[in-house]
């Protein structure tokens, strides 16, 4: 699953540590699942106060994300 970083660790780290995740999946021939946190950061209902992690109210949501794309790889 792609991760992202946030942007104050600077640009060059994090578009760095973004390129990983394809940059292994590629070499590796592995899918790669993207990163799911776009669709739930833009909910703040379903956003901690930390603004990093989702709630449990989230986590439906974020469950039927990952099984429909793993679904999609058997």
């Not at 995740?21 to 946190?37: G, H």
């Amino acid at each position: 699953m792609q991760i992202h970083v946030l942007p104050n660790y600077g640009k060059r780290y994090t578009q760095a540590f973004s390129n990983v995740y394809p940059t292994v999946a590629k070499e590796t021939k592995v899918p790669l699942m993207p990163f799911f946190l776009e669709q739930v950061i833009i909910k703040p209902e379903w956003m901690m106060d930390d603004g990093l992690h989702p709630k449990p109210d989230a986590q439906p949501w974020i469950a039927e994300f990952v099984a429909d794309h793993l679904a999609d790889l058997m």
